[in-house]
């Protein structure tokens, strides 16, 4: 059976002594769940997050990562040096870097070979519009983002990703797909696993979902049939609420 993953993404947001009294607040009420949690936090966090996150259920993921092992590429960071410091999860083609940072499908692909070959555990993310979606492509344009993703991988590695299905127009303007649309889309996802590589592999890649998760709508997406938790935006900045979402299923 597939774990729940529950990822929250910081996003640009939360100073070092935030990020301190957040991961201290937080442990304490999800320390007996049963799902996986994940904190994915600006650059300047990751040293005092993991380093206060020691000694509990809690993992620390970056948001971002180049697919170059060293060079001359200002301001950017690679796999190794995060898998250095103890990070163990990484956020790979979100709509944001798609959207202002011209990230592409093949960048997107280059990153995710990169993070599995370290050992970093990848939450690759695809999504549609609102334009796509009321076009009738939002499933060509799921699964085919989701192709590109994974091109050229070994079905051992495709089991290690975890893919987030995020819908462009749901993420942080208070709107959500229905359980069922969600699922669907998750489904959908799946299948083109199951094309590509087969059903047991299919079986064991988590999907989760995302775009305005909050504690009042995670236990019915999250008790979908194919939904494996979520990537968690502007919720996961209150140790409350994201205690909630955590704690779903209790």
């Known amino acids: 059976m597939r774990r729940k993953v529950i990822a929250g993404n910081w996003k640009m947001n939360m100073l070092p002594n935030e990020a301190i009294e957040f991961i201290q607040n937080l442990e304490k009420q999800v320390k007996d769940t049963q799902n996986e949690v994940v904190l994915c936090v600006p650059y300047t966090d990751i040293f005092y997050s993991i380093l206060n996150a020691q000694g509990t259920n809690i993992k620390i993921g970056a948001q971002n990562m180049h697919w170059e092992t060293t060079g001359a590429y200002t301001g950017e960071i690679s796999a190794e040096m995060l898998k250095s410091v103890g990070v163990e999860y990484v956020i790979i083609g979100h709509s944001e870097r ?3 940072f011209a990230e592409t499908d093949e960048t997107v ?3 995710l070979k990169k993070a599995l070959e370290v050992g970093l555990n990848p939450i690759v993310c ?16 799921i699964t085919s983002q989701t192709e590109k993703a994974i091109s050229g991988l070994e079905a051992n590695q495709v089991e290690k990703v975890i ?7 749901a993420i942080g303007t208070g709107k959500t797909a229905t359980k ?13 696993i199951v094309e590509i590589y087969g059903q047991n592999v299919a079986e064991r890649v988590i ?5 305005s998760v909050k504690s009042t709508n995670a236990k019915e997406l999250f008790e ?4 494996d938790g979520g990537l968690v935006g502007g919720a996961s900045l209150k140790p409350d609420e ?3 979402i955590v704690n779903y299923n209790k």
């Open 180 to 192: 069922e649309d969600a699922n669907e889309a998750v489904k959908q996802i799946r299948e083109k």
């Open 109 to 111: 692909n280059k990153k």
């Open 207 to 211: 999907i989760q979902y995302g775009g």
């Open 224 to 227: 979908m049939s194919d939904i």
């Open 98 to 100: 798609r959207q202002y």
């Open 242 to 244: 994201f205690a909630k």
């Open 163 to 169: 893919i987030a299905y995020e819908p462009i127009w």
């Open 126 to 141: 695809v999504g549609e519009t609102l334009e796509q979606r009321e076009n009738g492509e939002a499933t060509k344009v």
